[in-house]
């Protein structure tokens, strides 16, 4: 009996013994590893984002079952879809149209500017006139500064001849006397009775055909921009034709020209077919409508016959619409006796109307009006007189002249 009971003892001991290892063996487990007391705890630095990374925590969103999606009935399927207007792509606004300054007195306003260059030409002349001895050697100085202005030799010796025959009647000179003489017969000599206006109407349905031809570098282009806003001060419609096709951004430089007053550009691929956008221009210009058709054309060097020759096909092929009404030839006025080899052979090719002299203001070679309008037969139209929008100002003898003499 002891010994059985002995026995239980002994085995209840041995199950509570091996019952506190397993416990305390779980609790270690469960116990985190305790660091020294002497370390410190460190926290290291959140990570730095990288590409691709969300910049927050996703939120969640309602989401609609397929059952719950509204989808269009066949019919508004089959539709035209309606375009929506994409605000940040939308396109610019047109620039607004420019009123142009009337031309009316322009180059009165611009007499001024046009002096400046010209000053030395009238006063030279006065100063020799007001000598009290006019003898052989003065008038060659006359001469020679008439000459030096490229006024030309024949015109020169004209001017020359009446000025001693006027003085010698004329007898004693007042600087006065002397100022009035010498304008008398510079007008005498550039002309008031031919007509100097612009050929914009063509007496049938038809618009006005207006064809622009110069050299490069005489500001053609410039020019042919200039007059759609002296047309369009004047309460004219006009459509421009961009035939210039073989000059770089000459169609970008002609229609930012017509946009500023509200005149529309014909306008091709580069380096394509002149005539035909010079034909394209007519038409469209009579399809709209409008009062004038201006052409710029290339700017050709005299030297390139087969070029030359396609400048007459352009004029043949804008007749077929109709006749040319005016036949504009620009020249530089800086370029001189220059200029006027130039004037000849574009004269050979089509038959030139009207003279425009660009950068009047910028030579005392004044006379220019003077020689290329012997050389052509045809009046001076129009003059540059600046870089400014509104400085081509329709030619006046009387202005021009007060301004070569001075007050």
């Not at 989401?63 to 066949?74: G, M, N, S, Y």
């Not at 038809?206 to 005489?218: F, L, Q, Y």
């Not at 005016?326 to 000849?344: F, H, K, P, S, W």
């Not at 309008?373 to 009387?398: C, M, N, S, T, Y």
């Amino acid at each position: 009996m002891e010994i059985v009971i002995l026995a239980v003892v002994i085995a209840l001991v041995a199950i509570g013994a091996i019952s506190g290892l397993v416990v305390s063996s779980r609790k270690k487990k469960q116990l985190p590893p305790q660091a020294p007391p002497s370390t410190p705890t460190i926290t290291a630095p959140p990570a730095e984002p990288h590409v691709g990374d969300e910049a927050e925590t996703p939120r969640d969103e309602p989401r609609r079952t397929i059952e719950e999606v509204d989808l269009p009935t066949a019919d508004e399927a089959v539709e035209t879809p309606v375009a929506v207007e994409d605000p940040v792509v939308a396109e610019a606004p047109a620039p607004a149209v420019e009123i142009p300054e009337p031309t009316a007195g322009r180059l009165v306003r611009l007499r001024a500017r046009l002096a400046r260059s010209q000053n030395s030409l009238g006063k030279g002349l006065l100063t020799l006139l007001s000598r009290e001895h006019l003898d052989e050697d003065t008038w060659e100085e006359i001469e020679d500064t008439l000459l030096t202005a490229d006024v030309g030799v024949a015109p020169t010796q004209e001017l020359v001849e009446r000025l001693r025959e006027r003085v010698k009647v004329l007898g004693t000179r007042t600087p006065e006397q002397l100022r009035t003489l010498l304008r008398e017969e510079l007008l005498h000599l550039i002309g008031t009775d031919a007509d100097r206006a612009v050929k914009t109407e063509s007496g049938l349905d038809t618009p006005g055909v207006v064809m622009v031809v110069g050299v490069n570098g005489t500001g053609k282009t410039t020019t042919t921009g200039k007059l759609a806003r002296v047309l369009v001060a004047d309460g004219r419609s006009v459509v421009l034709g961009a035939a210039d096709t073989f000059r770089a951004a000459a169609a970008d430089q002609l229609q930012t020209w017509g946009e500023r007053v509200g005149a529309r550009t014909v306008r091709g691929p580069e380096g394509g077919d002149p005539a035909s956008i010079a034909f394209d221009a007519v038409k469209e210009g009579i399809a709209e409508g409008a009062d004038v058709v201006l052409i710029d054309t290339a700017g050709r060097l005299h030297t390139k016959t087969g070029l030359m020759d396609e400048l007459g096909k352009v004029k043949r092929v804008v007749e077929k619409h109709g006749p040319l009404d005016e036949v504009l030839l620009v020249l530089d006025a800086t370029t001189g006796q220059n200029g006027l080899v130039q004037a000849r052979v574009f004269a050979e090719v089509v038959d030139i109307t009207g003279i425009v002299l660009t950068k009047l203001d910028g030579t005392a070679k004044g006379g220019i009006v003077v020689a290329v309008q012997r050389e052509l037969g045809v009046p001076v139209k129009l003059v540059g007189l600046g870089e400014g929008a509104d400085d081509l100002a329709p030619f006046e003898p009387e202005a021009f002249v007060d301004a070569l003499i001075g007050d």
